[in-house]
């Protein structure tokens, strides 16, 4: 049982088992990688009944003709055209889950919050504990009888822009919080035109929310994890990371934890990193 105050963002592989076949319910497999074609694991196997998106390509609008900031968020009207053709509605809950803790199903909810859509969980401890409890999987891929139809709701207070994130460099609020890697954070590891954190953000690696098995550590132990950090119950805070799939997950995971003043900041690195204009700091200062 679940002792997050809203245990309604994170299903367990049991929840997910009983909703297979429901029409209210819409399962996404949402694994992906850089290096390797993760719709080809879908068709291979994957939860019975779910569809496959691919965030980078299914979920993000085209780069300007810059080519900077790739990956983000869709437009309302081509968001509400990805939905109905995965046959997500105005009224379907959908349940999404990966490969890698939840983190790029997160994207997904990202998304739908965005665009005023709450009916959404990830399954924890995603694909491998399905595998791993011995529950079925369907192979190929998963047609629909006919396209949903998704109205965009677009709602404030979810992703900060590039100006919002400024305003809190100058202004010490909200609390900016980065979830890459360490050798991102510093610059050593570098994945835009220039390496480095933003000026003030507090650097916590997205992953450690998770137990080894990609489970959620428990509720008090996240709560605590990220108070001593500096979050507390009133904290304000933006997440980013390199693409804003990464600080979805956190996001979710604050959210989840009970904290409403949290937004991810939709360009993350690969916008501010690709501006030569924008503050940036390397090390750990």
Same mark, same amino acid.
Request: aromatic share 14%.
């Given at each position: 049982m679940s002792t997050l105050p809203?245990? %309604?963002?994170?299903?367990?592989? %049991?929840?997910v088992a009983s909703a297979i076949g429901d029409p209210g319910v819409r399962i996404v497999d949402c694994r992906f990688s850089f290096d390797e074609d993760m719709r080809a694991r879908y068709l291979d196997g994957h939860v019975p009944g779910a569809v496959y998106v691919n965030w980078a390509e299914d979920l993000s609008a085209p780069p300007p003709a810059s080519g900077h900031p790739r990956w983000?968020?869709?437009?309302?009207?081509?968001?509400a055209?990805?939905?109905?053709r995965l046959g997500i509605g105005n009224e379907t809950t959908v349940v999404g889950y990966d490969s890698e803790g939840g983190h790029h199903a997160a994207r997904l909810w990202l998304a739908l919050r965005?665009? =005023? #859509?709450?009916?959404?969980?990830?399954?924890?401890? =995603?694909?491998q504990k399905w595998i791993a409890e011995g529950r079925p999987l369907e192979t190929g891929a998963r047609s629909l009888?006919?396209?949903?139809?998704?109205?965009p709701r677009p709602r404030e207070g979810v992703v900060a822009s590039k100006e919002d994130v400024l305003a809190a460099v100058r202004s010490g609020d909200p609390w900016l919080l980065d979830v890459r890697?360490?050798?991102?954070?510093?610059?050593v590891e570098k994945r835009a035109a220039r390496g480095g954190h933003i000026p003030g953000a507090v650097n916590i690696l997205w992953k450690d929310a998770l137990k080894e098995d990609w489970t959620l550590r428990d509720a008090?132990?996240?709560?605590?994890?990220?108070?001593?950090?500096?979050? =507390?119950? %009133?904290?304000?805070?933006?997440?980013?990371?390199?693409a804003g799939v990464r600080?979805?997950?956190? #996001?979710?995971?604050?959210t989840a934890l009970g904290h409403d003043e949290v937004r991810t900041y939709d360009g993350s690195w690969e916008e501010w990193g690709n501006e030569p204009d924008l503050p940036i700091i390397t090390g750990r200062s």
């Open positions: 809203r245990a %309604e963002l994170f299903w367990s592989t %049991e929840r983000m968020l869709q437009a309302p009207g081509d968001f055209r990805t939905m109905a965005r665009f =005023g #859509h709450d009916r959404m969980a990830v399954m924890e401890g =995603g694909i009888e006919k396209p949903a139809v998704f109205t890697r360490d050798s991102e954070f510093t610059g008090d132990e996240l709560e605590e994890f990220y108070m001593n950090a500096g979050f =507390g119950p %009133e904290t304000s805070t933006i997440t980013y990371c390199q600080a979805a997950f956190t #996001h979710l995971v604050l």
